[in-house]
C-alpha cells in the first residue's frame, strides 16, 4: 500500500513557474514507477510525465515537452514537478500516481495509486 500526498500548487500568471511534489508513505517508494496527471473542468485526466524507479528515464506529454521537468529523490520518498513557462491552459488539478510495474506509461489505468490532487492554475 502506498499514500501519496501532493502539494505546491497554487494561483500563478502565465509565463511562470511551479514545483508540485509528492511525498510517499512506505518504505517502497522506489519500487515505483512515478507519473502526473491533470485533469481539469469538463475534460478526461490526462498524462503528463512519467519517471521510472530509479529516475533514469523519463516521459512527457508533448504539450509539456521543454516547459515541465520530472525528478524523485527516492531517499525523500518524493517525486517533484518542475513547471516553467506556464500557460493558462495547464490549469487543472494535478495528480501523482505510482505505478507498480514500472512501465512509464501514459495509460492512467496502469497506476497502482493515486494521490488526492493539487490545484494549479495559471492566469492570463
Known amino acids: 500500500q502506498v499514500q501519496l500526498v501532493e502539494s505546491g500548487g497554487g494561483l500563478v500568471q502565465a509565463g511562470g513557474s511551479l514545483r508540485l511534489s509528492c511525498a510517499a508513505s512506505?518504505?517502497?517508494?522506489?519500487?515505483?514507477?512515478m507519473g502526473w496527471f491533470r485533469q481539469a473542468p469538463g475534460k478526461e485526466r490526462e498524462f503528463v510525465a512519467a519517471?521510472?524507479?530509479?529516475?533514469?528515464?523519463?516521459s512527457y506529454a508533448d504539450s509539456v515537452k521543454g516547459r515541465f521537468t520530472i525528478s524523485r529523490d527516492n531517499a525523500k520518498n518524493t517525486v517533484y514537478l518542475q513547471m516553467d513557462s506556464l500557460k493558462p491552459e495547464d490549469t487543472a488539478v494535478y495528480y501523482c500516481?505510482?505505478?507498480?510495474?514500472?512501465?512509464?506509461?501514459?495509460?492512467?489505468?496502469?497506476?497502482?495509486?493515486w494521490g488526492q490532487g493539487t490545484q494549479v492554475t495559471v492566469s492570463s
Open positions: 512506505g518504505r517502497t517508494f522506489s519500487t515505483y514507477a
Open positions: 500516481a505510482a505505478d507498480y510495474a514500472n512501465r512509464l506509461t501514459s495509460w492512467y489505468a496502469s497506476y497502482d495509486y
Open positions: 519517471i521510472s524507479r530509479s529516475g533514469g528515464s523519463r
